[in-house]
């Protein structure tokens, strides 16, 4: 299996269906960034109290937010790459807050599934080193989230 993923719901609200959702969506972004096999990530759903204490804790922004990914593999200065065939690569982290994606759905007229699927492939593609600090990083960012989506079948 190209990605292992590893899901922990700390708010007991999420479904089977929401994590099959989430997991397919990102198996398919995986094969269309051709990940590594056995490439692993985690997922973790929390409230929007939890995340808040995230955020402020790790990005000095004291507010809630929909969704935090922290990769693992980014090297900081002085550290060392650990390099091996059997060393499995480890992506990092996706936080995303329930309430939220709630919240969102229904402000943006879309399905909860919908939202659901765009946090998580947002998150994934913050680990694999996208980002939307400039004007041509967000469009490229954005259009592969979009065509990911669509290829899944969950379009707005």
Do not use: W
Not at 45 to 69: A, G, L, M
Not at 79 to 103: F, N, Q
Not at 142 to 150: A, C, G, H, T, V
């Amino acid at each position: 299996m190209r990605l292992e993923i590893d899901f922990n719901d700390e708010i007991g609200e999420v479904s089977q269906e929401d994590c099959t959702l989430v997991r397919e969506l990102l198996f398919l972004a995986a094969d269309k960034e051709n990940v590594k096999e056995g490439t692993e990530v985690s997922i973790t759903f929390v409230d929007n109290k939890r995340i808040q204490e995230i955020n402020r804790d790790y990005r000095d922004k004291d507010q809630p937010t929909d969704v935090i990914s922290f990769a693992l593999e980014e090297m900081g200065e002085g550290e060392i790459a650990i390099i091996g065939d059997d060393v499995p690569k480890v992506l990092g982290d996706i936080i995303i807050s329930i309430p939220r994606t709630r919240e969102q759905a229904e402000e943006y007229g879309h399905s909860f599934a919908r939202e659901l699927g765009f946090l998580a492939v947002h998150g994934f593609l913050h680990l694999l080193g996208y980002d939307h600090m400039t004007k041509e990083d967000e469009d490229k960012m954005f259009s592969r989230q979009k065509e990911i989506l669509e290829a899944y079948g969950l379009e707005r």
